[in-house]
């Protein structure tokens, strides 16, 4: 009498595999989209975030150095801005699709005096490929925040 030995198979099957990949890539068709989406936004996050601590910081330079500082929106390039005391300062380049809308300040620059006041209260308005955030920064107390929508006059 012959035995025969028991075969095992381990793995899986062309097909198998195949359809896998096909479920896959369905998959992926929906969820990259809404990936990009979701990095576009982080960008814009963290432009906004950055733009409010640099606020910030300009103000305790002001009042720690008794100077004024200046903060420069460039709106002509839409993707830059300057702070600067009286002599020099550092620019600053938004992340790429990120960009400004608008801001009211006079001259597209807020100040900063040594008291720690700002010149007047405004908002930045920052554009990402889907969806606007909104730096407002409050007059007197110079208090910064981040909205997604545009205070009310």
Same mark, same amino acid.
């Given at each position: 009498m012959i035995k025969s030995i028991p075969s095992k198979s381990y793995g899986f =099957? +062309?097909? #198998? +595999?195949? /359809? /896998?990949? &096909?479920?896959? &890539?369905?998959?992926?068709?929906?969820?990259?989209?809404k990936f990009e989406t979701t990095v576009d936004n982080f960008k814009l996050s963290i432009?906004? #975030?950055?733009?409010?601590?640099?606020? +910030?910081?300009?103000?305790e330079r002001a009042v720690s150095e008794s100077k004024t500082i200046r903060i420069v929106f460039d709106l002509d390039s839409k993707n830059s801005y300057q702070v600067l005391? @009286?002599?020099? &300062?550092?620019? !600053? =380049? +938004?992340? @790429?699709?990120?960009?400004?809308? !608008?801001? $009211?300040?006079? @001259? $597209?620059t807020v100040e900063f005096y040594p008291s720690g006041v700002p010149s007047q209260g405004g908002t930045i308005?920052?554009?990402?490929k889907s969806k606007t955030l909104y730096v407002i920064v409050t007059p007197?107390?110079?208090r910064v925040r981040i909205s997604d929508s545009p205070p009310a006059n």
């Amino acid at each position: 009498m012959i035995k025969s030995i028991p075969s095992k198979s381990y793995g899986f =099957t +062309l097909i #198998e +595999l195949i /359809v /896998v990949i &096909g479920i896959i &890539g369905i998959l992926a068709t929906f969820a990259i989209p809404k990936f990009e989406t979701t990095v576009d936004n982080f960008k814009l996050s963290i432009a906004c #975030e950055q733009i409010a601590r640099h606020i +910030l910081i300009a103000r305790e330079r002001a009042v720690s150095e008794s100077k004024t500082i200046r903060i420069v929106f460039d709106l002509d390039s839409k993707n830059s801005y300057q702070v600067l005391n @009286s002599i020099q &300062g550092i620019k !600053y =380049t +938004l992340p @790429s699709g990120i960009t400004f809308c !608008y801001t $009211n300040f006079p @001259s $597209n620059t807020v100040e900063f005096y040594p008291s720690g006041v700002p010149s007047q209260g405004g908002t930045i308005a920052i554009k990402g490929k889907s969806k606007t955030l909104y730096v407002i920064v409050t007059p007197v107390t110079a208090r910064v925040r981040i909205s997604d929508s545009p205070p009310a006059n």
